[in-house]
C-alpha cells in the first residue's frame, strides 16, 4: 500500500480530497443547523416552565428562567391524581403494546400467505373499515349500551389495539419477506406457529420497531377515548387526559375570579401549559434510542443466516 493512506480492509482512513471535504463540511453544518431546530423548542418548552408567570406574561416564552419557580409542577402534583395516572398510562402502554404488535404480527403475516383463504377479501374489508365510519354518535352507543364499557379502562384501551393503517403497513413489511422461508419451514417440518415464530419474527424487527413506537405513542398521548367514556367516577385516568382536566380547572377558575382580589399572575396558565407538555412528553423520549436503529436496518437482513 503507498503512503497516500487509502482505503484497505485494515481500517486505514481514507484521505479526503478538497471538494469530499467541502460536502462532508457542509453536511454536518446542515444536520446540525437541523438538530438545533428540533432541540430549540423542547429547551424553550422547558426553561418556561420554570418561569414565573408574570415574567412569561410580560416578556413571553423564555429559555433561560430570569426568575425560576416551581410553581407550575408544584401545582400539577398537588392534584393528587399523577401518580396513578403515570401507572395507569404506563400500564396500558405496555400491554396495549405489547398485545397490539401480537395481533397486528399475525394478521399481517397471515393476510400474505398465499395458502390463507379469503385472504382478499379480509384485506378488502380491513381497508374499507378505514374510509367510511358510522360516526360518533353509534359508536358511543356501541360502547355503553351494547359493550358497557362506560367508565371501564377497556373502552379506552380496545379501540386503540389495532388499526387498518398499522395492519396494512405490517402486510406490506410481510410481503417483502420471500416466500421460500415458508416453504423451507415446511418443508422442515415446521408448523404455521413455529414457522411464525422462529423464521418470520426475527425478519420483522424493523416493523415491530415502527409499528411498536406508533403504538406506544397512540397510548401515551391518549386522552379523546378517555373524555368520551371515563367520568368523574374513574380516580385514576390516563395521563394525558388528567393533565388536561388540570389545565381546563386552572383556566376556569382563572376566568372565575377575574375582577377580584385574586390577580392573574396568581394563576399560572402558560407556564402550567409548558409543565404538562414536559411531564406527559419526558418519559416517551426515552422511548426513541431504542428503536431507532431498527430503522436503518433492512427488513431481509441475516434472512439466510441460521
Given amino acids: 500500500m503507498s503512503n497516500t493512506n487509502t482505503k484497505s480492509m485494515n481500517g486505514t482512513k481514507i484521505k479526503l480530497d478538497i471538494s469530499d471535504k467541502i460536502i462532508r463540511t457542509l453536511g454536518y453544518i446542515l444536520v446540525t443547523i437541523y438538530a438545533i431546530a428540533c432541540v430549540f423548542p423542547f429547551l424553550i418548552i422547558l426553561g418556561t416552565s420554570f418561569t414565573s408567570e408574570a415574567i412569561v406574561r410580560v416578556e413571553g416564552v423564555q429559555l433561560i428562567p430570569k426568575e425560576f419557580t416551581t410553581y407550575a409542577y408544584e401545582l400539577i402534583l398537588k392534584a393528587g391524581t399523577i401518580g396513578g395516572s403515570y401507572i395507569v398510562t404506563i400500564l396500558m402502554t405496555v400491554c396495549g403494546t405489547a398485545v397490539g404488535l401480537s395481533i397486528i404480527a399475525m394478521t399481517g403475516y397471515a393476510l400474505q400467505r398465499k395458502d390463507f383463504p379469503y385472504r382478499n377479501a379480509i384485506s378488502f374489508y380491513i381497508y374499507f373499515t378505514s374510509l367510511f365510519q358510522a360516526g360518533l354518535a353509534p359508536y358511543y352507543l356501541v360502547m355503553t349500551q351494547f359493550y358497557h364499557l362506560k367508565d371501564s379502562y377497556l373502552a379506552v384501551f380496545l379501540p386503540l389495539l389495532m388499526s387498518p393503517w398499522l395492519i396494512i403497513l405490517m402486510k406490506n413489511f410481510v410481503k417483502a419477506i420471500p416466500h421460500e422461508i415458508t416453504e423451507s419451514g415446511k418443508i422442515d417440518g415446521a408448523g404455521d406457529m413455529r ?22 405513542l397512540g397510548y401515551w398521548n391518549e386522552w379523546y377515548q378517555s373524555s368520551l367514556f371515563l367520568s368523574s367516577k374513574v380516580t385514576y385516568k390516563p395521563l394525558q387526559y388528567n393533565l388536561y382536566e388540570v389545565v381546563n380547572k386552572v383556566q376556569s377558575l382563572k376566568n372565575s375570579v377575574a375582577g377580584t382580589y385574586v390577580t392573574l399572575t396568581d394563576l399560572p396558565s402558560e407556564t402550567l401549559k409548558m ?27 441475516g434472512a439466510v443466516k441460521g
Fill in 195 to 216: 414457522i411464525f415464530v422462529s423464521l418470520i419474527l426475527p425478519m420483522l424487527k424493523p416493523a415491530l420497531a415502527t409499528i411498536g413506537l406508533f403504538l406506544a
Fill in 275 to 301: 409543565a404538562t407538555a414536559m411531564v406527559s412528553c419526558g418519559p416517551i423520549i426515552f422511548l426513541y434510542p431504542f428503536v431507532q436503529k431498527y430503522f436503518i436496518g433492512g427488513i431481509t437482513v
